[in-house]
Nanobody
Framework: VQLQASGGGSVQAGDSLRLSCAVSGGSINGYAMGWFRQAPGSEREFVAG???????TYYADSVKGRFTVSRDGAKNMYLQMNSLNSDDTAVYYCAAKPPVAGSPGLDYEYWGQGTQVTVSS
């Protein structure tokens, strides 16, 4: 299974971006998916997660009300990011996790390469 994140770029504070994650090379039926980010000098952190059905979503406190995660089945996941600020500057990664109990931020099995988001104030 391969995950390909795209849609990053350089924007101004207050702007919006939409990240996409495309799944190929295998099936992730039943898998939840999530977005993570890593800023320079910082550890990777959970940003948002979505259940297999899309009926449950989870967000880090820092992005609640600004970011929206969505998916269309097993092939694509998206992250709509509004009201971006400089703290959102990071490399963003998408990931998929099997249907196991536990925190939405843990136990991810497949990871994509990152896409850079840079927000200038």
């Amino acid at each position: 299974v391969q995950l390909q994140a795209s849609g990053g770029g350089s924007v101004q504070a207050g702007d919006s971006l939409r990240l996409s994650c495309a799944v190929s090379g295998g099936s992730i039926n039943g898998y939840a998916m999530g977005w993570f980010r890593q800023a320079p000098g910082s550890e990777r952190e959970f940003v948002a997660g979505i259940s297999w059905s899309g009926g449950e979503t989870y967000y880090a406190d820092s992005v609640k009300g600004r970011f929206t995660v969505s998916r269309d089945g097993a092939k694509n996941m998206y992250l709509q990011m509004n009201s971006l600020n400089s703290d959102d500057t990071a490399v963003y990664y998408c990931a998929a996790k099997p249907p196991v109990a536990g925190s939405p931020g843990l136990d991810y099995e497949y990871w994509g390469q990152g896409t850079q988001v840079t927000v200038s104030s």
